[in-house]
């Protein structure tokens, strides 16, 4: 096929490295998934004969699911590892497991690990497709192209120009490095917000604007994405260290109704889960109808399908 448009990159192991075609070409993809899979069969053939691995070296419930329920949408064969709680580390025992699993004839590998890098470093070792389902405090790919297609879903479809805010723990958040690189890709304006120490000083460099300010943000924001305190990265066995209190926290930066209607129009509202409800986020506003919580994770299934389908079409130029 000639006119098949194909990613610039053989594997998903960040949103850098990607182009804004990149990403249209996923999203535009990941449209058509959606349609099948709100059809009453919801299973296509496109990788029949395609094994996927899961190798999950850090602890997932959503996005594991995410991919396994693509993987099986697509007709593909699945298997899965988990090394929560083990000793397994980057390095000549990664390569081992992985060559191990891919002895057995596997054809893809989804990974979730805890070292930034584990996935570059694989990559320059295994010769199939990696796609990156979260490497530590770094990067989150897939959820930044689900983020960034229920974004378009819910604000239209050119988001050049849409003031989108990333609220709460920026600096342990892969989660919010991947969105900040889609979000300027596709031409928004980008602001974090957060206590200053949890915004790393870097943000300029990376075009994007800071406020310690949640009602200021509010009031500027098209779409605020609302992000866990990631407790269990911060050090210290998961004890609050960044900030006095997490009630203080939640006093600055939570979210609630009554911040929320201060703006002059829907403010759209987005959470990656797992949720902390009370903390940055009330159960009135993420079940409020401004909030596209449940819309996101519709979208990871379908996003998830066209990442895998589009890197089992890649052919080298
Ligand atoms: C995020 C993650 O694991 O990085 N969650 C997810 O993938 N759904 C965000 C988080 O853990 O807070």
């Known amino acids: 096929m000639t006119d098949f448009k194909q990613l610039s990159q053989p594997s998903l192991l960040g ?13 535009a993809t990941a449209k058509e998934f959606k349609d099948v899979l709100n059809r009453p069969i919801k299973k296509v053939p496109s990788l029949r004969d395609f094994t996927v691995a899961n190798l999950f070296f850090e602890d997932s419930t959503r996005t594991r699911l995410s991919f396994e329920l693509a993987e099986k949408r697509l007709s593909a064969d699945v298997v899965n590892f988990s090394a929560a709680g083990s000793s397994v580390k980057k390095g000549e025992t990664l390569v081992d497991t992985v060559n191990n699993i891919l002895a057995m004839k596997v054809d893809m590998v989804v990974m979730r690990h805890p070292h930034p890098g584990a996935h570059h470093f694989l990559a320059s070792k295994v010769k199939v497709p990696i796609v990156n389902a979260g490497d530590g405090t770094h990067e989150h790919p897939t959820q930044a192209l689900l983020d960034t297609f229920s974004l378009r879903e819910a604000l239209g479809h050119d988001l050049n120009g849409k003031n989108i ?44 604007e800071v406020s310690h300010d949640l009602d200021d943000t509010i009031r500027w924001a098209d779409a605020l994405n609302m992000l866990r305190i990631q407790l269990e990265r911060q050090g210290d066995g998961g004890s609050v260290r960044f900030f006095p209190t997490l009630r203080e926290y939640t006093m600055r930066f939570g979210l609630t109704m009554e911040r929320l209607t201060q703006a002059d129009r829907d403010v759209v509202v987005m959470h990656p889960g797992p949720i902390n409800r009370g903390v940055e986020i009330t159960s009135e506003v993420a079940d409020c109808h401004q909030a596209i919580i449940l819309d996101q994770v519709e979208h990871g299934v379908a996003v998830r399908m066209a990442v895998l389908y589009m890197l089992s079409q890649h052919r080298p130029d």
């Open 165 to 208: 805010a990333i609220v709460g723990d920026i600096k342990h958040s892969r989660v919010a490095l991947s969105n900040i690189l889609a979000l300027k890709l596709l031409g928004a304006n980008v602001r974090v917000c957060g206590p200053q120490t949890l915004i790393p000083k870097h943000m300029d460099s990376l075009g994007v």
């Open 15 to 27: 949103i850098r490295g990607l182009t804004r075609g990149d990403i249209d070409l996923i999203h």
